[in-house]
């Protein structure tokens, strides 16, 4: 399901929501006021997107909204649920019974909806009658999407498929991994576009350049790969701003001296992300947001991407998505949905702050993702060629 030859079947789900996205955003700049506090809009589309990926494009928006509430109330109040891991179930049901109790609500919640929308879409599945190896995009709904996989999935060992408690937490997964962790990514990005204009500036040169005098202001997905600089940009967002400053941790199998320390067998190790990012032995200036360090020749105009291996296959100089065999699966997908997204707020917009003497405020807060403590309000305006 994420691998890149799969993308292609969900780019005119990708154009859809961005049309969807940047149709609110026209609104809003019509306003007098014409301010937007971009998280909002964002994550809406990049859920909206990926629910689509997971269930299918036959959810309403009633639907939507529910589902999108439920993942947020349990990521929100996850911390206050772990206690209920600490403890034996019957002492922690005795110990922590209003929890329980509404834990098991918004379970229940999330069950009943998600568990309709997988048997919905195995009557489409049933009705089309095609398989895995299907690509196409038709607007009957005639691709596959992750609950389609998964559906299909059959577990080697135990030789069965998948039951609904299994399929909802995997659906739940793959929504969660993807919704917070990009659109966090993307406000950090436009926060530095807001506030160094210069960048903002030279990326609009270069995506025009690309795009051309085209009456429709839209970069495509095949755009992408012509815009190196707007990859660099991407690339110091995430070096500058990852999503988590930790990655899922790890353990080591049998006794290991690293740099002097013992850490003893299935000793816990854990990576401290942000900090590698800003390492100064590796990176010069790292607390500077400049996406150049990433072209050929940063001190010339010329956008020539440096080759840079983000996976950690050659060396690791960061690591927002890990490293190795764990890294994120989803790791390219990512990219894509940064990459799109923000070009296109770009093209048809002008970001700037409310005032001229106001200044962006990067300071960090801790959720699910480490997202800006005071959340970016920024004004919008068209850009001129932009056709309303």
């Not at 100089?317 to 989803?330: D, L, T």
Request: glycine content about 4%; aromatic content about 8%; hydrophobic content about 40%.
């Amino acid at each position: 399901m994420l691998h890149p030859s799969r993308f292609k079947s969900f780019s005119k789900t990708r154009t859809r929501v961005l049309e969807a996205l940047l149709k609110e955003l026209k609104l809003e700049a019509k306003v007098m006021n014409n301010s937007v506090k971009l998280i909002n809009y964002i994550h809406h589309a990049i859920f909206c997107l990926l629910a689509f990926m997971c269930f299918g494009e036959n959810i309403d928006n009633k639907k939507m909204e529910i589902i999108k509430n439920i993942q947020k109330c349990l990521i929100m109040s996850s911390g206050k649920y772990s206690a209920l891991n600490f403890y034996p179930k019957f002492v922690s049901r005795m110990l922590f019974r209003k929890r329980w109790q509404e834990l098991s609500q918004l379970r229940k919640f999330q069950n009943d909806l998600m568990v309709e929308l997988i048997q919905s879409r195995k009557k489409v599945i049933e009705n089309n009658n095609y398989d895995d190896d299907d690509d196409d995009d038709d607007d009957d709904g005639c691709f596959v999407c992750y609950v389609d996989t998964l559906l299909n999935l059959k577990l080697p060992e135990e030789k069965r498929k998948l039951d609904e408690g299994e399929l909802v937490g995997l659906c739940s997964e793959f929504l969660t991994a993807g919704t917070d962790t990009t659109s966090t990514t993307i406000e950090w990005v436009m926060a530095n576009l807001v506030k160094h204009k210069h960048i903002q500036q030279r990326l609009v040169e270069e995506i025009e350049d690309v795009v051309g005098d085209k009456e429709e202001t839209k970069v495509r997905e095949e755009d992408l790969e012509k815009l190196p600089y707007l990859k660099a940009l991407i690339l110091e967002g995430l070096r500058r701003h990852p999503p988590s400053h930790y990655a899922i941790p790890h353990a080591v199998t049998e006794d290991v001296i690293l740099n002097g320390y013992f850490v003893p067998k299935n000793g816990t190790v854990n990576f401290m992300v942000a900090d590698i990012g800003l390492d100064p032995t590796v990176w010069k200036d790292p607390m500077v947001f400049k996406p150049e360090r990433f072209l050929r020749d940063e001190t010339s105009s010329s956008n020539i991407l440096e080759a840079y291996d983000i996976s950690g296959k050659k060396e690791i100089k960061m690591m927002p998505f890990g490293a190795g065999r764990r890294i994120c699966p989803a790791y390219k997908l990512a990219m894509l949905h940064l990459e799109y997204f923000v070009a296109n707020l770009v093209l048809n917009f002008e970001w700037k702050t409310l005032l001229s003497t106001e200044n962006v405020d990067l300071s960090e807060k801790q959720e699910f993702t480490m997202v800006m403590k005071h959340p970016l309000q920024a004004q919008i305006s068209q850009r001129s060629k932009t056709v309303a």
